[in-house]
């Protein structure tokens, strides 16, 4: 199991800020990237995937078109994500917002 930590602000800055919810999150090995259900579903195009670290749910970045890991935190409250990218590994918490490493 991968443990998280606060690592930096929006801006990669050295940040005092803590992250409640990274106590709870724990992940497993990355899932490999089956694409983003969303937009499988209205037929968009997804520029990176997220993982949500508290159910699974994969959906894409802030940068792709709908944004549906974001409007997954929006609806189900669940803030934190990590990168489903190959070989990415940080995380993010959409609450906080802070950057998130593995400990
Ligand atoms: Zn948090
Ligand atoms: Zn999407
Ligand atoms: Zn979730």
Not at 16 to 31: I, Q
Not at 79 to 93: D, H, I, M, Y
Request: proline share 7%.
């Amino acid at each position: 199991m991968m443990r998280w930590k606060v690592a930096a602000d929006a801006r990669c800055a050295p940040t005092e800020r803590l992250c409640a919810h990274v106590a709870h999150a724990a992940a497993g090995p990355p899932a490999e990237a089956r694409g983003c259900d969303g937009c499988a579903r209205a037929g968009t195009r997804w520029v990176h995937l997220r993982e949500c670290l508290v159910c699974g749910y994969v959906g894409c970045c802030d940068t792709s078109p709908m944004g549906h890991a974001r409007a997954h935190f929006t609806a189900h409250g669940h803030p934190l994500v990590r990168s489903a990218q190959p070989g990415e590994r940080w995380a993010w918490c959409f609450h906080d917002e802070v950057l998130l490493v593995p400990s």
